[in-house]
């Protein structure tokens, strides 16, 4: 441990929140060269130290938000990182991209970095970073080893889009576990869709010994193939038959995010989108699109340069028709008493059966990780370690960062400060460093998070960067 005259910051007289070791206490963290140095009313720290006065406010381990789109991949549109900013105004001091390139990620951070640290995944995309929708194992194995010299930590699937065959969709994720790589599954195959069907058929695509991560566990607990309530018991049952094989994830925002492509035949592509019309009983066609926007079901992602917005009824449906169906598009379709339910979930053992919230935001509107998990501290959902539990101690086991997630001496300094009369962050810290004050971003840059295949492309980009071991990731652990 370095000594305490290298102590450089010191956080006062905070409510300290560590969740592994169940600390609630109103204490100060003693912060020395980007590590914690020590925890306990005692600290001497020399006259040099910069104190910051929490009294009033929590402390906790640095928010990690292992589902984010930071990217910028969709589709081109819109600028790398624009996200970036947005995620650390929310308090998120580390971010997991589920699906983009390296290039952008890294482009992103290099233009509208806010400091923090970023790992991400690469996109399967027949036709773009894929061949077809019919890869062999071979080619398969190629796009992963393309993801890890990039810098990435493995491969997303985005089954609600580009759904694959469930073999296709097993090898997939038995090539990411042979390499120690990781795996993040957006569920849906081309004999399912993004729903509860998809959750059912992953017994049968895992095996007894693939292993991955599961998004958004809310989106598939939409209603649309039995009662709310009772998706919710079957996909819990689902995930915790596969325990030691799936972590998870839940989101607390009310609007998906989804495309509103139409064929030449004017049939919405996109099986979510579909979906979301189905809910409402529009017609799945350009037709029913334009109806749900006129009414104010759909909205229009709109970009602007400082991120984007929800527009709907007749402004809507003219920003659809100018973008002749390739738009952004968003439905009011996640359920709150859903999410709350999945998030609050726990086994016999008391162990969550979903391990994270996590945003699926970033360059969404919709970064309320925090606001929502104080909503449900404030009713009792979830006690204040609980809630730090699932924004960043199991984070950062899902990503096997071992000094992340924890408020402990030795443990990266990097914390998220909460003002719990207003219920969201208003300070973040990265290694020492503040990237956020009272929800503006004040940081730049940020470190990507490789793997050691990835060290010889983080190098050549220029960027900051940090080795993840991912075999002390959860799902191999
Ligand atoms: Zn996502």
């Given at each position: 441990m370095s000594s305490p005259s290298e102590i450089d910051l010191v956080l006062k007289s905070g409510r300290v929140l560590d969740a592994a070791s169940k600390t609630d206490a109103i204490t100060t963290v003693a912060v020395a060269g980007g590590s914690i140095h020590s925890v306990g009313d005692e600290i001497e720290a020399p006259s040099s130290a910069e104190v910051v006065d929490l009294t009033g406010k929590w402390l906790m381990p640095g928010m990690i938000d292992t589902?984010?789109?930071?990217?910028?991949?969709?589709?081109?549109?819109i600028n790398p990182g624009i996200g970036l900013r947005s995620v650390v105004q929310a308090g998120a001091t580390t971010v997991f991209d589920l699906g983009g390139r390296a290039e952008r990620l890294v482009a992103g951070i290099k233009s509208h970095g806010a400091g923090a640290n970023v790992a991400g995944l690469g996109m399967l995309k027949p036709g773009v970073t894929l061949p077809d929708d019919d890869p062999s194992p071979k080619v398969v194995r190629e796009t992963l080893d393309k993801a890890l010299s990039s810098g990435l930590l493995g491969l997303k699937m985005w089954g609600g889009y580009y759904p694959f065959s469930m073999d296709v969709t097993a090898d997939i994720i038995a090539a990411c576990n042979e390499r120690t790589a990781y795996a993040a599954f957006h569920i849906g195959t081309k004999s399912s869709g993004s729903r509860l069907d998809g959750m059912r058929e992953l017994p049968a695509i895992l095996g007894s010994s693939s292993r991955a991560h599961i998004a958004h566990i809310n989106a598939y607990c939409r209603g649309s193939i039995l009662p709310p309530g009772e998706e919710i018991a079957e996909a819990l049952q689902i995930l915790d038959s596969l325990r030691g094989q799936v972590v998870s994830e839940v989101h607390l925002a009310r609007p998906n995010f989804t495309r509103g492509e139409c064929d030449e035949d004017g049939n919405v592509r996109m099986d979510v989108a579909r979906n979301c019309l189905r809910l409402r009983n529009y017609d799945t066609t350009r037709d029913g699109m334009r109806q749900a926007i006129a009414d104010g079901y759909g909205s229009v992602v709109r970009q602007s340069p400082s991120g984007l917005s929800l527009v709907t009824g007749e402004a809507g449906v003219r920003l659809f028709d100018e973008g002749d169906t390739i738009v952004g598009m968003s439905f009011p379709v996640n359920r709150t008493d859903t999410a709350f339910q999945l998030t609050a979930a726990k086994r016999e053992d008391g162990?969550?059966?979903?391990d994270a919230i996590a945003s699926d935001a970033g360059v969404l509107p919709r970064n309320v990780n925090i606001e929502q998990a104080m909503n449900m501290v404030a009713f009792g959902g979830l006690t204040p370690l609980e809630m730090v539990e699932k924004l960043s101690f199991n984070p950062a086991r899902m990503m096997g960062?071992?000094?992340?997630g924890r408020v402990l001496a030795g443990m990266d300094a990097d914390f998220t400060v909460i003002d719990p009369e207003l219920g969201r962050a208003v300070m973040g810290i990265v290694a020492g460093e503040l990237v956020m004050l009272d929800g503006r971003a004040v940081g730049s840059g940020g470190t990507l998070l490789v793997t050691d295949e990835g060290q010889a492309a983080a190098r050549d980009y220029g960027s900051d960067y940090e080795v993840v071991d991912?075999?002390?990731a959860l799902m191999y652990a």
């Open positions: 589902h984010v789109h930071v990217g910028g991949d969709l589709d081109g549109v162990s969550f059966i979903v960062l071992e000094r992340k991912l075999s002390k």
